[in-house]
Nanobody, 126 residues
Framework: QVQLVESGGGLVQAGESLRLSCTTS????????MGWFRQAPGKGREFVAS????????LYADSVKGRFTIDKNDVKKTLYLQMDNLQPEDTAVYFC???????????????????WGQGTQVTVSS
């Protein structure tokens, strides 16, 4: 059974940084594309960033481009999201997600990611 567990969320002030981590278990890690999504109160789930299985292709939402960086460590089986210059509008629950077949490209669609973690809260105060 595939399990994804996020960590690293917290409360920060505007302009500060956080790094989220997502560890996976239950299957190989290196051959699956993965992504980060977020959901703010009263809003739908929003794409943040995704990475191809090789790590060579990365996609970002326009709202985070230049501030957030997605990366992965295949040895540690961990996906990361480095978030710099955080703003109050970044406040949300952040989820990592995984595609269900190997050797796929990165996408922006939540429906392409059938496996999800429980989420970690990020709160940015002004």
């Amino acid at each position: 059974q595939v399990q994804l567990v996020e960590s690293g969320g917290g409360l920060v002030q505007a302009g500060e940084s956080l790094r989220l981590s997502c560890t996976t278990s239950g299957r190989p890690f290196s051959t699956y594309a993965m992504g980060w999504f977020r959901q703010a109160p009263g809003k739908g789930r929003e794409f943040v960033a995704s990475i191809s299985w090789m790590g060579t292709s990365k996609l970002y939402a326009d709202s985070v481009k230049g501030r957030f960086t997605i990366d992965k460590n295949d040895v540690k089986k961990t996906l990361y999201l480095q978030m710099d210059n955080l703003q109050p509008e970044d406040t949300a629950v952040y989820f990592c997600a995984s595609r269900d077949q190997e050797y796929l490209v990165a996408t922006m669609e939540p429906r392409d990611f059938p496996f999800w973690g429980q989420g970690t809260q990020v709160t940015v105060s002004s």
